[in-house]
């Protein structure tokens, strides 16, 4: 059946197919929708459009400025696509531009638990759903299927803040049963995106870690964790925290159009002498590798990160799961038509011939003469700067339990 989009949304002359999904019948999502028959109001109106009108994902010129994603294709779980026609009534260039907007979204838990063998931790936290940074490789893109909404530019337009966040860590931490292991926090989304500036959930957050005396690892791209280095020092004397930032390219253009919202190299640098020098442990990630891209800038980014106080490094090769190959490759042909051919030809030699492994143990590192010669550039840069010397293990010995509401104090 088909339908046209309601007037008033800003997509006038949108085509909407609409298609029965199996998957989405019976989806239990996120946001109780049980049974998920309608889109995410959040996807009203958000412009997933093809100019083209075959499946492909092309958005129109001046809507995407100053984002990552130049594409806003239909997640893979969605029941509607829709397609972009000029009837002669509107132009098409009046679209108006994509617009961040944020939802509140209300988990009933914070806390979310992994068993993955190659990652370091086995708990997280992600105050935000989605991430404005605009990353156009970002392995969380996927995730906005799960929403109804598109891995392309909803995913860095269309942002769910967790605001009961830190109510739900202290119920949680709180709990008797409870026992401390290092919290990733921002291991999906970046905690530190740009709303967080006036939603302050990650702080709210790291101030229940500080009062439970529970350690933390931070990840993120943001020169803004450095607001809040009056709860990190604390903590670091206890053994608590360290802080990973993530520096992908020294090249502040290509860091531009890669991360069009995240800080600068500069900014980033800058934070991790900050932090070093308040006594906060500090970690530098090259992450992603791209190759043809950044792997050049492997030694040089290790090197200006250990001058500004990192003494802990890693790196990890693109990942391209699912919806991420569509966005990646439509930013290489924007950005580097010349060389795309090249970039994605490497990225599949070092993924068994396919866009992306998902095995474990494969799928950070890549397996491949191109992927081995990675990894030995950065163990012998690490070698020559003393990274990685030691790795600081954060300490759960300081854990410890506030008394809750009537509970009776105890004697020692």
């Known amino acids: 059946m088909a339908d046209f989009a309601r007037p008033g949304n800003g997509m006038q002359n949108v085509l909407v197919l609409f298609q029965k999904s199996s998957y989405l019948e019976g989806m239990s999502t996120l946001i109780d929708r049980r049974r998920a028959r309608e889109p995410h109001p959040a996807a009203l109106g958000t412009g997933r459009v093809n100019a083209l009108g075959d499946g492909k994902l092309t958005a129109l010129e001046g809507q995407a400025r100053g984002r990552g994603a130049g594409v806003n294709m239909s997640g893979r779980f969605e029941a509607f696509s829709r397609s972009l026609f000029d009837d002669g009534w509107q132009g098409l260039e009046d679209l108006v531009p994509f617009r961040t907007e944020v939802f509140e979204e209300k988990p009933k838990t914070i806390i979310t638990k992994n068993e993955s063998p190659d990652i370091s931790f086995d708990r997280s936290i992600n105050p935000y759903r989605g991430c404005e940074h605009g990353c156009s490789y970002c392995y969380a893109r996927p995730a906005h299927a799960y929403m109804g909404l598109s891995p392309g530019l909803d995913f860095e ?3 769910f803040a967790k605001s009961n966040a ?20 921002g291991a999906n989304t970046d905690a530190y995106q740009p709303i967080e500036r006036e939603r302050r959930i990650t702080r709210g957050i790291l101030e229940v870690l ?8 931070i990840v993120t791209k943001s020169a803004l964790v450095t607001r809040d280095i009056d709860i990190l020092a604390p903590m670091a004397r206890k053994g608590l925290v360290k802080v990973a930032l993530s520096v992908t390219s020294l090249d502040p253009k290509l860091a531009r159009a890669m991360e069009p919202r995240a800080s600068t190299p500069v900014k980033r640098l800058a934070a991790i002498e900050q932090l070093s020098a308040a006594g906060i442990p500090t970690v530098v990630m090259v992450a992603p590798v791209i190759p043809a891209v950044n792997d050049s800038e492997i030694e040089a980014i290790l090197k200006t990160a250990h001058t500004a106080g990192a003494r802990e490094a890693g790196y990890v090769m693109l990942r391209l799961p699912h919806e991420v190959k569509d966005v990646f490759r439509a930013w290489l042909e924007a950005n580097m038509p010349q060389r795309a051919a090249k970039v994605m030809s490497l990225v599949r030699s070092v993924s068994g011939g396919k866009e992306y492994d998902p095995q474990f143990g494969i799928r950070q590192t890549g397996t491949s003469p191109f992927a081995w010669t990675i990894g030995r550039r950065f163990e012998l840069a690490c070698q020559r700067l003393g990274l990685n010397r030691s790795k600081l293990k954060l300490s759960t010995g300081h854990f410890r339990r506030p008394p809750q509401p009537g509970e009776q104090l105890t004697l020692l």
């Open 166 to 185: 830190p109510e739900l860590l202290r119920a949680e931490l709180s709990a008797k049963g409870y026992a401390p292991k290092t919290i990733a926090l």
């Open 210 to 217: 500080a009062e439970f005396n529970h350690p933390v690892g």
């Open 157 to 159: 337009s269309k942002l």
